[in-house]
């Protein structure tokens, strides 16, 4: 099997900067415990990125994944998570007397921050992402009117909107770049005074074309990555467009090598949260074939 592996497969700045700040907390926790004795815990709020390997390696170092700022104690060290968190959560988490360390990923701090701005006077923000997803709960915590989060452009038409409102339309970080000018453009038609937030991340959007492009090249792809990240079930999406058989996985142990009977060359590429480890093994597999 001949194997096109993509370059930007893997950690994104936003996911290595807030493993690097996860791992200084357990380096000087460590000095802190060899001279003084152990003073609290060194906790995620919610896990750090969404990748189970690399949740169950710091899980291993000793590293709690709280759920919420009420479980928090006055001693504990508490990472706020890549995806950032609602804005009142943060100020619960102060509130608790925890150190707190943000690993909010800059692009995800600044479109917060945008929307915040934007809606300073009461516009509506349309908020075009996964609702239940961490990040896209962060981002509407920004807004100071009315918020709508919608998933697709049916669900956009569904909206009862109210035409005379000021209405700022803004994404989730990782949401497919093409989709989104398809919305701006449909949603200019009705408010011509619509204000338009870029908030997709360029990885993200540099990610999705490589996809895309290897996808045209292959007749299989693999796309490795938690299956609880939306930027990796949205590679998955991209490459399953282009009408070939595309596998997302966690890890090369999910592979079938009956469903690769026929093919001859495969395109692999992982998501923002999926470590190079993980990657090296499903081309090893891929490559052996």
């Known amino acids: 099997m001949n194997v096109l592996r993509a370059n930007t497969a893997g950690f994104c700045m936003g996911v290595s900067l807030a493993l690097q700040k996860l791992d200084t907390a357990l380096d000087e926790a460590a000095e802190i415990g060899k001279s003084n004795g152990p003073r609290g815990r060194i906790c995620t709020l919610g896990p750090i990125i969404h990748n189970p390997q690399v949740l169950a390696f710091y899980e291993a170092k000793g590293v709690a994944c709280v759920r919420d700022a009420v479980e928090l104690l006055p001693d504990d060290r508490v990472i706020i998570r890549a995806h950032g968190i609602p804005r009142q959560e943060e ?12 690993a909010t990923c800059p692009k995800v701090k600044k479109a ?13 923000l349309l908020l075009f992402g996964e609702a239940d997803h961490p990040e896209v709960r ?5 807004a100071h009117g009315p918020a709508h989060v919608f998933g697709s452009p049916e669900e956009l038409a569904e909206l009862r909107l109210d035409p005379a409102h000021t209405h700022v339309l803004a994404s989730q970080t990782t949401q497919d770049r093409e989709t989104f000018t398809a919305l701006e453009t449909a949603l200019r038609a009705r408010f011509p005074g619509l204000a338009v937030l870029s908030t997709i991340c360029d990885a993200t959007r540099e990610r999705q074309e490589e996809a895309r492009s290897i996808a045209s090249s292959v007749d299989v792809m693999v796309i490795v990555g938690g299956r609880q990240s939306g930027n990796t079930r949205r590679l998955a999406d991209v490459a399953a467009l282009s009408g070939i058989d595309t596998f997302h996985v966690e890890s090369a142990d999910e592979l079938d090598a009956k469903r690769f009977a026929q093919k001859t060359r495969a395109g692999l590429t992982a998501g923002a949260s999926t470590p190079k480890s993980l990657i090296d093994a499903a081309e090893n597999w891929l490559a052996a074939l």
């Open 91 to 102: 100020q619960r988490v102060r509130a608790s007397g925890a150190r707190v360390v943000d």
């Open 138 to 142: 962060g981002l509407v915590s920004y």
């Open 112 to 124: 917060q921050l945008a929307i915040a701005r934007a809606t300073r006077a009461g516009a509506t």
